[in-house]
């Protein structure tokens, strides 16, 4: 199963991306600084802005 990591996932064109890319087979990896409803992909909280914690 190929593997997508999508930023942005809780906002508008992320959560569309999620479920596009799950519906076509995709194991998807999102990331987000809020939690969202999606419950078929992993998710990972975190603030790209916040270089210390993205490591």
């Known amino acids: 199963m190929p593997k997508l ?3 942005g996932a809780s906002g508008f064109t ?4 999620c479920n ?3 519906n076509a087979g995709f194991a998807v990896t999102a ?3 809020k ?3 999606n419950g078929q992909v992993q ?3 975190c603030d790209l802005l916040n270089k210390e914690k993205c490591w």
Do not use: N
Request: proline share 0%; net charge positive.
């Open 5 to 7: 990591l999508i930023t």
């Open 14 to 17: 992320g959560q569309h991306a």
């Open 20 to 22: 596009h890319f799950v």
């Open 31 to 33: 990331v987000s600084r």
């Open 35 to 37: 939690s969202f409803g």
């Open 43 to 45: 998710k990972e909280l």
